[in-house]
């Protein structure tokens, strides 16, 4: 680091994102569903490398009380940001701590998950060799980590468009002067692509998303100064060098495979068990994953093999619309499903039905009368991904008491922000208003009647006990009230 020059995110804040793969109890579903059994999430320990402000790391502490959460960053002012919120939040199973991947110490505890999201294509080469060491030498055995980063072959394009907006916008003061000249750029180049243009599908992408590009985000992405997207396969061979292995893909796309040719699956066959060879193969096949989410385990000692599902829980994150006869349940616009058959049905509509509320493995064996089937089923809607795959029962409750308890980190983040982290590692924004309020006097003192009455007192308006009790319902389909 410059030290006459502030640290980049010290200086212009990253906005965390919320990402529900990096939850411990996602990547425990996700090896599952992969053929393996990663730690218990209610006790493994967690490191987080690159955690920013740490609050993806926060929302696991949340909801595993019994488990450690360890976080780092080079940013010193985001990791002091989230110190102050573990605080207010009172979590006590949380360590937040500045710090370098260059230097972090390789000698100490280990731990059975450890993430590190958004930081490896966006650090310069020596501290990406450093960050796959350290998950090397502070990988439990058994243990898992996730690494997620941009992908060859196609961030391809990316890479030049890249290039091209830090060269030209180099000389400009000012990072919202410079964005706002990058983005500008972005439409020239846009509008003077030539048909044919193999930037094109990429400006395209980015065309979608600029007017509501977070301003940080963007600068922090397309005008970062090391980017290095990598190809899975150059990505295994570096994780090969230190003693990991990949183990799959946390996203789970890399489960998906029924639209591929007789030659194609021949050629994913080819590599076997092999996963960062099966991914390589896969991104040539496809050309589309840019932003993939690796699983990582040591070579010598994985985790151990797992056959079944019976510990997962699974929920509906999709949408259902009839049409001409037949079921279309969506995840976005161009992922759907169409049943293939009635047990594929039943299973997905028992799912869309039950979207308040996961499902258990057990429950949609039953249903389709038949265990491999049903993970067969479960497995395809969850790669595409329409349905979410929980490893750990619900902190939550659908039906909270009589004196509801709304979450820790809920409270703590809408007592000055717009938005909270929910039970179910999911984003819930609120605007500000009763629903804010309301949720920080949910603190377990209040029975409704108290809740009703300090209500009115706030906003000087009758919020009676009977307005409270379809709030509340309301709202713990949010899942944001403590079982
Ligand atoms: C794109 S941000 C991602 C932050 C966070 N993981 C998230 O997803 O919100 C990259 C992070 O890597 C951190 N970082 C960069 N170089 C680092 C280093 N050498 N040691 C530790 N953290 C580093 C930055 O401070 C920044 O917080």
Redesign the pocket.
Known sequence: MNAEKP????EIA????V?AQMATGRMRAAGLLHGWSAPDPATASVL??????G??LMGMAEVAPNARHVG????AV?IERGRHLAARAGLANIQLEA????T?PRDGETFGYIS????YA??PQP?RA?LLELIAARLAPGGVAYVSFDCLPAAAAKVEIQAFLRAQTAHIDGTAARVAAAMKLVKALARNQRPGSRLKPQLDLLMAEIDRYDPAYFF??WL?DAYAPTSLRAFGEAADRVGLAVAGDAGLGDLYGDDMDAEARALMDGAGSDFAARGFRRDMLRGVQMFRRALLVRKDAPPPRAAGLDDLAFAFSGERRAEGGRTRYTADADVFLIAANAQEQAVMDALADGSTRERGFADIARLVGDAARAAEILTRAASLPLIAAHATPPSYTLTPGERPVAGRLIRAMLADGDWALTLRHAKLTLKPGPTRTFLALCDGTRDRAALARDMTAAFNTPFTPDRIAPAIADLALRRVFIA
Do not use: K, M, Q, R
């Open positions: 640290f980049v995110y010290d990253y906005p965390t994102p990402v987080e490398i690159g955690c920013g402000d609050l993806n780092f960053d080079l940013s985001a710090g370098d991947i260059l972090w590190a999201h958004g930081v966006w650090v501290v450093a922090h992405d970062a």
